[in-house]
């Protein structure tokens, strides 16, 4: 399987929507994503495979931080190193555009995700208290600097 990441466009997005959807209790809007595509701050990759979108990683440039506000991997391509490309690319993006230093939050149940952001870098910073819904979860901080 080949796995190509490229910059988000909008004809990923009603896809990308579907993938959001089976894979979070709160997931994001075609027109979440659409709003993105508007924004020069933000910079959005998806990883295609197979023709189609196996997943999205994206983060938002705030003063040369970037907070990773998003990685999704359809259900059908996990475990097979999907997220791995996406974040390297979107870390390689980052570093091109000025990014020192990058920050994200992620469930403290989600030990695949907390595990592949380790082998990127990340160390855990702290905790967020309550901060996801359906469920309640907290939310582990974790920096890469």
Not at 99 to 104: E, F, G, H, P, Q
Request: glycine share 8%; charged share 30%.
């Amino acid at each position: 399987m080949k796995i190509e990441v490229r910059p988000l466009q909008d004809t990923d997005i009603e896809e990308l929507s579907r993938i959001e959807a089976a894979s979070f209790s709160m997931p994001w809007s075609a027109e979440d994503f659409r709003g993105l595509l508007l924004r020069d701050y933000c910079l959005y990759v998806v990883a295609e495979a197979d023709g189609h979108i196996a997943g999205c990683a994206g983060l938002t440039d705030s003063f040369h931080e970037g907070n990773i506000d998003n990685v999704v991997t359809a259900p059908e391509y996990r475990n097979l190193g999907v997220g791995s490309k996406m974040l390297e690319e979107l870390l390689r993006l980052g570093a091109e555009r000025g990014i020192t230093a990058y920050t994200l939050e992620v469930r403290v149940s989600n030990a695949p995700a907390i595990r592949l952001y380790e082998k990127f870098g990340f160390v855990s910073e702290g905790i967020r208290p309550g901060f996801y819904e359906k469920p309640t979860e907290d939310a582990m901080i974790m920096w890469r600097r």
